[in-house]
Nanobody, 118 residues
Framework: QVQLVEPGGGSVQAGGSLRLSCAAS????????MAWFRQAPGKEREFVPG???????TYADSVKGRFTISQDNAKNTLYLQMNSLKPEDTAMYYC????????????WGQGTQVTVSS
């Protein structure tokens, strides 16, 4: 049974930082690619950063230079370090996982709210 659990999230003022985590169970490792998505009210879910097949990270232009994705295979945990947060970063954040050979993400966390006030 694959499960992704995201504790944390929270509220912060613009310019502040938060770190999200996503604990994975049922699988983890180099054959699985993980990513973070977010969805703001009234908007479609969007890709934030994610790991590709070769282990390299790809970032959405809106977060480049501010967000950093990382994973700890020993702890089966994915992280998202978010710095220089802006009000437009306010959204529900989801971690997701898939087999690296597939296009679509199959497994999703329950989401965690991030609110950035100006």
């Amino acid at each position: 049974q694959v499960q992704l659990v995201e504790p944390g999230g929270g509220s912060v003022q613009a310019g502040g930082s938060l770190r999200l985590s996503c604990a994975a169970s049922g699988f983890f490792g180099s054959r699985n690619c993980m990513a973070w998505f977010r969805q703001a009210p009234g908007k479609e879910r969007e890709f934030v950063p994610g790991f590709g097949t070769n282990g390299s990270a790809t970032y959405a232009d809106s977060v480049k230079g501010r967000f950093t994705i990382s994973q700890d295979n020993a702890k089966n945990t994915l992280y998202l370090q978010m710095n220089s947060l802006k009000p437009e970063d306010t959204a529900m954040y989801y971690c997701a996982a898939k087999s690296c050979v597939l296009d679509q993400y199959k497994y999703w966390g329950q989401g965690t709210q991030v609110t950035v006030s100006s």
